[in-house]
């Protein structure tokens, strides 16, 4: 049973009736993430996340998360390019203490200045983990060429000088004027009394930020992907290898096309990616290909981890599975094998409340309203042979790939060379 709703101050709540479980999974989502940043405050979005734990006028940091152990229950939160989301698992008889506590943490934070200081730490220090990090720090090249000079560059951690310029004053005026409640989505899903919910959300929730509209963020931003190859020249163990390439947004009726072709093509472990240079071949230990979709644009990537000295030859085997899916598209038996696959896949992890939670959290952000698993599996089922050439026609153009890679490779201009000569084409 799913249920919209709308408290005093503007928020939308989402709901989910599952009365055969114990237990109920609350999130709120903010459609604010890295894309509202600037040069000066890039990760400024990351910090207030971190900084909500640190404690209110009523409890400190350890409280908060003793009032959530103690139930047996699990808090936690993340940052996107587009969105922040805290959310808490518990049994369903604990979801009042649940609401109490997260709401607690937006309505009463006290971005104590010391508490700043020393998440600043923290943050630079998780900062530093991901430059040792080869797999992380190839996306983050791959976003800084293809989306250069427009918001959905900036890493979501930020960057060290950005961070040290951040003060009490600055997260603040960010965090009113982002966490406005027409941006806000508070998403239920589990064994819960909605009367119930619906009063204490607006006695907790319903009265953050009142009054503040939401912040001006239209501004339109042109997205021209053209050929660019970057890497990082590192002393690591394995080669890491991003081609990214053009996609979809997350609005876009081709969604179902590219993930039904994904599966295809190098989406899991029966892939023709996956097979042709793991399997068959033995050049990478990792491969595979995926989608990421935003608001305004999206972009296909297919990434490798590999020896350096494999990097040519895997290149051109990449090349050649692009020509040959490009030439015969696909069959028909895989087309409905990697529509089953596809409707496997998402039917699974809707078992999951904080999937479920995030997708009808989700589909409200986008059309207002509750898509229920029987509409996805019908779009899903209505994709078309046509659906597949028009998505493979738009992807695989050789004039938008870019190329990011992280690890050590000898003659690195040369090899640079070799591969623009391969994909650019």
Excluded: W
């Excluded at 408290?7 to 993430?33: P, R, W």
């Amino acid at each position: 049973m799913y249920i919209l709703d709308k408290l005093d101050n503007g928020i939308h709540v989402a709901m989910e009736k599952v009365d055969y479980l114990n237990s109920v999974t609350l999130g709120v989502v903010i459609e604010c993430g890295s894309i509202r940043e600037n040069e000066t405050n890039n990760g400024v979005s990351h910090f207030i996340e971190h900084m909500l734990f640190k404690g209110t006028k009523s409890r400190t940091s350890k409280e908060i998360a003793e009032a959530i152990d103690n139930v047996g229950g699990q808090i936690n939160a993340f940052t996107g390019k587009e969105q922040t989301a805290y959310y808490i698992k518990v049994l369903d008889d604990h979801l009042n203490i649940a609401i109490d506590v997260l709401s607690d943490m937006f309505l009463n934070s006290l971005f104590l200045d010391g508490e700043i200081e020393k998440e600043k730490n923290v943050i630079m220090e998780e900062i530093n983990m991901y430059q040792d990090s080869p797999e992380d720090l190839v996306y983050e090249l791959l976003n800084e060429i293809m989306f250069k000079k427009t918001p959905l560059e900036y890493p979501i951690l930020g960057i060290d000088s950005s961070i040290i310029n951040l003060n009490k004053d600055k997260i603040l005026k960010y965090f009113y004027e982002n966490y406005n409640p027409e941006d806000i989505i508070i998403s239920i899903v589990g064994k819960f009394d909605e009367k119930k919910v619906i009063s204490q959300l607006n006695n907790t929730f319903g009265k953050f930020n009142i009054g503040n509209s939401t912040k001006d963020v239209s501004n339109i931003i042109t997205y021209n992907f053209t050929n660019n190859i970057k890497g990082i020249n590192k002393n690591f163990e394995q080669l890491n290898l991003c081609i990214g390439m053009n996609g979809v947004n997350s609005m876009s009726d081709d969604i179902y096309p590219i993930l039904i072709l994904n599966n295809i093509f190098g989406g899991s472990m029966s892939s023709k990616l996956f097979q042709r240079l793991r399997e068959d071949e033995g050049l990478v230990y990792d491969i595979d290909s995926h989608m990421t979709a935003y608001k305004d644009i999206g972009i296909f990537t297919i990434y490798a981890g590999l020896n350096s000295e494999n990097l040519i030859k895997s290149i051109k085997l990449i090349d050649e599975e692009i020509r040959k899916i490009k030439k015969s598209l696909i069959t028909k038996d895989e087309l409905s094998r990697s529509k089953d696959q596809l409707k496997g896949n998402y039917i699974l992890a809707m078992e999951s409340t904080f999937n479920r939670m995030m997708e009808i959290g989700k589909s409200t952000s986008q059309f207002h309203r509750i898509e229920t698993i029987e509409e996805v599996i019908k779009k899903i089922d209505n994709v078309k042979m046509d659906d597949i050439e028009r998505v493979v026609n738009h992807i695989f153009q050789n004039d938008s790939f870019n190329i990011a890679y992280v690890g050590e490779l000898d003659e690195q201009e040369t090899v640079e060379e070799e591969i623009k000569e391969i994909l650019f084409g």
